[in-house]
């Protein structure tokens, strides 16, 4: 290459590396606002700046903070627009940082319903100058920028059981079952270290007032300190014989407390590294510890339904306050020390007189187990979060009330189906409900209940006019769309009818269930009667599906295999053998030569229906496989993950075509009949409805 081009080449970088890093910067410095409001709400100057090797997100975040009070409040209408934006990103970071393809779906699914012409504007470009195939939300499924959640801090393999914060507000702690402890920076999301060293979960982690030292608790019955800045393992704390469930440190940062499964707490010295002192009296697990501010007295709750408040001072007899009628989850304590916030199994929140162990007030509102428990510094708000309905509540201590609730259907949706005129969705949620949907305007048209346990699958017949539901209390429902009215109840299973294992034959007079009591049912869809059960299956089958012509059964279980079985006869002609766990989902082609399983081992498999052969495994999301969909005309495979994704792939190349990321794990998918509209229920209770672009044919 010349010389000359070469220089060219150089200049060209060079500048772009100057326009995507100090214009901003240069156009609020010299008042040019109007050129900086333009650039941050161009499509192509985000991507780009995205995109770059010197840059990134978070240097892009950092470009909308550049504006000082006086700037911000002559435009406020700008700097709404601005901030709102900013929002997306930051919510959106963890994501893009790992995938910069998704940064347009995100957007779509966090601004559509900020109807402001730059927004839209904003909008309109990335759908239009987007290159490849990506996945648009129809309706605004994501957390919305500008509300509460600020960022989500991603990088943990496992569960994350335990977080803590630094009285400066700069790091986050958290602890996770893949046994590490990990330190982020709050502002910008990164990961700053990963503190390795116990050799089973980590159940619990605390930091010490002056955001030197950090404590975690494991399930391998230690307790360690660890310096904050170094990362380094300070000293190790052994004595508990079993899991620790809980750890705190008092506010002068020289005594550790523990609570643990072997009934006691632990009172561990950090200046002297003396024997720790153990109190006992709990007759179950300890499952949460406090300490007050003056570090006085310390308050444990446990699965024996009671919490203690323990005189460190003294050694006095523990006083015990008792009213809940199950485990003893979570406890905080007011900063004054007057007052004890405690949550629990029993699904309420008590508030007691630290003095007298009186309860002042009982907080009622959650439908399943309070697992935490927090308190304001001034001490007027409670926080609270469960383990199953997907919310968090927060309670004003003076009027006795609850003031908001976060969450989404009020549970996670674990099936969704879509009718054959691709008019409307069904989707089915462990809140015991069948909802369903106009997928034309996205809305809800309709709530089915009847079902006393959670709704672990559903199917519509072919004309549309009937919804099937199976459910976790062992019966499948008949449901008359015309009507609104259950028609049948179908009970003869002995255990759940479970995820995504319902199905409807083509000529709309046969139901097929699956079961954890290891069978197949067939029913008649007009009498209710049950004329077949398939036995085969050495655990529970969590998935069927059946081909177009109504002649074959496929089900997928817990014991590995897909089966395929003669509908009429009951015979099992083909057992498929390949995935190295539990099977979660199957579907069939529409013309009945090809099963799609999806399974626990976190792969696709594509089978080849005559043969019993697996021509092709679909790799790529990093967690279990929980929901597989097929387009009608059998070109395309969609499915759901617990790695909160939901993807597109080629079914004759294998090939990825598209990945959506949502805020939680993906149970339940289908697909309209034309193959561009996907629908995909989350465990937050969402319904998204995903618009395939730039496809192709």
């Not at 070469?6 to 109007?34: C, E, H, I, M, R």
């Not at 504006?67 to 409040?73: G, K, P, R, Y």
């Not at 187990?369 to 309670?395: C, F, H, L, Y």
């Not at 009330?401 to 949620?429: F, N, P, Y």
Request: charged letters at 20%; proline letters at 2%; hydrophobic letters at 35%.
């Amino acid at each position: 290459m010349p010389a000359t081009n070469k220089k060219s080449l150089s200049d060209k970088s060079y500048s772009q590396k100057a326009y995507l890093g100090k214009f901003p910067y240069n156009l609020v410095n010299s008042g040019n606002l109007t050129k900086y409001f333009q650039i941050l709400t161009d499509y192509q100057f985000i991507s780009n700046k995205i995109n770059h090797p010197d840059f990134g997100i978070q240097a892009l975040i950092e470009d909308y903070d550049l504006l000082d009070a006086t700037q911000t409040a002559t435009h406020p209408d700008q700097t709404k627009t601005l901030k709102d934006i900013q929002s997306a990103l930051r919510l959106s970071a963890h994501i893009v940082t790992q995938d910069e393809q998704q940064l347009t779906s995100q957007l779509w699914g966090r601004l559509q319903t900020i109807n402001t012409p730059a927004m839209q504007t904003l909008l309109t470009q990335a759908q239009t100058t987007h290159p490849h195939p990506w996945l648009r939300p129809l309706t605004p499924s994501l957390t919305q920028a500008g509300g509460r959640l600020l960022r989500t801090l991603s990088g943990h393999s496992e569960s994350v059981y335990a977080i803590a914060v630094t009285a400066d507000g700069k790091w986050v702690i958290s602890g996770s079952w893949d046994k590490t402890v990990k330190v982020w920076n709050l502002e910008t999301g990164e990961e700053q270290l990963t503190l390795s060293g116990h050799s089973s979960y980590v159940q619990a982690v605390a930091v010490t007032a002056d955001g030197t030292r950090v404590i975690s608790g494991s399930r391998d019955k230690t307790v360690k300190v660890w310096n904050l800045k170094t990362g380094e393992e300070q000293l190790t704390l052994s004595g508990h014989s079993s899991s620790v469930q809980a750890v705190a440190v008092t506010a002068d940062g020289t005594r550790v407390i523990s609570g643990s499964e072997d009934k006691t707490v632990k009172v561990w010295n950090l200046k002297t590294g003396e024997k720790p002192l153990t109190l006992s009296g709990h007759s179950s697990s300890v499952q949460a510890v406090a300490v007050t501010a003056d570090g006085k007295r310390v308050i444990s709750g446990s699965e024996d339904k009671t919490v203690k408040v323990w005189n460190l001072k003294t050694g006095e007899k523990p006083l015990t306050l008792s009213g809940h009628s199950s485990s003893v989850q979570a406890v905080a304590v007011t900063a004054d020390g007057t007052r004890v916030i405690s949550g629990s199994e029993d699904k309420t929140v008590k508030v007691w007189n630290l003095e007298t162990g009186e309860v002042q007030l009982t907080l009622s509102g959650h439908s399943s187990s309070v697992q935490a428990v927090a308190v304001t510094p001034d001490g007027t708000r409670v926080i609270s979060g469960d383990s199953e309905e997907n919310t968090m509540k927060i309670w004003n201590l003076k009027t006795q009330k609850q003031e908001l609730t976060l969450s989404g259907h009020s549970s996670s949706v674990q099936a969704v189906a879509v009718t054959a005129d691709g008019t409307r969705v069904i989707s089915g949620s462990r809140d015991k409900t069948v909802k369903i949907w106009n997928l034309k305007t996205q809305k809800q048209e309709l709530t089915l209940s009847g079902h006393s346990s959670s709704v672990q699958a559903v199917a519509v017949t072919p004309d549309g006019t009937r919804v099937i539901s199976g459910s976790r209390d062992k019966t499948v429902k008949i449901w008359n769309l015309k009507t609104q009215k259950q028609e049948l109840t179908l009970s003869g299973h002995s255990s759940s009818v479970q995820a995504v294992a319902v199905a409807v034959t083509a000529d709309g007079k046969r139901v097929i269930s699956g079961s954890w009591d290891k069978t197949v049912k067939v029913w008649n869809l007009e009498t209710g009667e049950e004329p077949l059960t398939l036995s085969g299956h050495s655990d529970s089958v969590l998935a069927v599906a059946v081909t177009a012509d109504g002649k074959r059964v496929i089900s997928g279980s817990w014991d590995k295999t897909v089966k395929v079985w003669n509908l009429e006869t009951g015979e099992e002609p083909l057992t498929l053998s390949g995935h190295t766990r539990y099977l979660l989902a199957v579907a069939v082609t529409a013309d009945g030569k090809r099963v799609i399983s999806g399974s626990w081992d976190k792969t696709v498999k594509v089978w080849n229906l005559e043969t019993g052969e697996e021509p092709l495994t679909l790799s790529g999301h990093s967690d279990s496989v929980l929901a597989v969909a097929v387009t009608a005309d059998g070109k395309r495979v969609i499915s759901g993950s617990s790695d909160n994704t939901v993807k597109v792939w080629n079914l004759e190349t294998g090939e990825e075509i598209a990945t959506f990321s949502g805020d939680s794990d993906f149970y339940s998918c289908a697909v309209t009949p034309d193959g561009l509209t996907i629908v995909a229920g989350d465990a937050g209770g969402m319904v998204h409805f995903l618009k395939l672009e730039n496809a192709g044919e």
